[in-house]
């Protein structure tokens, strides 16, 4: 199985900054892409951001220019780097991690248990 776990949250005020990580271990053959949900109260999960093993990237519209999504595949951890902070980045941070743990198998993608991100005015 894979087990993915973040860290970093915390609570900041508006125009501060967080730095998350998330690492993925256990019965890893490779991934191919990580990326970073984010889900506020009473509201649906959202892409925040995602890269591939390649080093492509995607944004969400409302984060571009704040956020970055970087990686370090040797360490299977991803990162998010979160600037200029606004109490609209509330909410939840997830780790998404798709993975296979034998090249017979389909990528899964697994889940992290979740940081809390509080951005105060």
């Known amino acids: 199985q894979v087990q993915v776990v973040e860290s970093g949250g915390g609570s900041v005020q508006a125009g501060g900054s967080l730095r998350l990580s998330c690492a993925a271990s256990?019965?890893?053959?490779?991934?191919?892409?990580m990326g970073w949900y984010r889900q506020a109260p009473g509201k649906q999960r959202e892409l925040v951001a995602d890269?591939?093993?390649?080093?492509?990237?995607n944004y969400a519209d409302s984060v571009k220019g704040r956020f970055t999504i970087s990686t370090d595949n040797a360490k299977n951890t991803v990162y998010l780097e979160m600037n200029s902070l606004k109490p609209e980045d509330t909410a939840v941070y997830y780790c998404?991690?798709?993975?296979?743990?034998?090249?017979?198998?389909?990528?899964?993608?697994?889940w992290g248990q979740g940081t809390q991100v509080t951005v105060s005015s």
């Open positions: 998404s991690t798709r993975a296979r743990s034998d090249p017979s198998r389909w990528f899964a993608a697994y």
């Open positions: 256990g019965r890893i053959f490779s991934i191919n892409a």
């Open positions: 890269i591939t093993n390649g080093g492509s990237t």
